[in-house]
């Protein structure tokens, strides 16, 4: 059977893409989220203490935690988004090539209606 529907095999493999670009995207992020937080807030206390100021330390650390967490999360459910949109996509072409399959063979099968 003929392949049809090319731009929509395009959107749809283009939408995969994507999501798995976003996944990979959003894990690199929010590692780095964590890493520049955690240790910026070390040097940034090494800082303040030069100077007399004492700061909560392990907040920055938290927050770096907690702000890389939901970027993960956030950024997670984007991409999953994406590559389900996809999914979709040639989910439908599947339901029309199946639709169109089933109504070939029918025809073959049942004469036409005398009328």
Known sequence: MEKRFKAL???GTL???L???NGV???ILAVGICAVLVLGGAGLSDFARQYGA???EILVALGGVLLGGVVLILGSLSAISL???GEG???LIAIEEN???VATRLQAFIPPAEG
Do not use: E, N, S, W
């Open 9 to 11: 095999r395009f959107m």
């Open 15 to 17: 939408y995969k893409i």
């Open 19 to 21: 999501g798995v670009i």
């Open 25 to 27: 995207a959003t894990l």
């Open 54 to 56: 004492h700061g909560p």
């Open 83 to 85: 590559y389900a949109l």
């Open 89 to 91: 996509v040639y989910l």
């Open 99 to 101: 639709t169109r399959a």
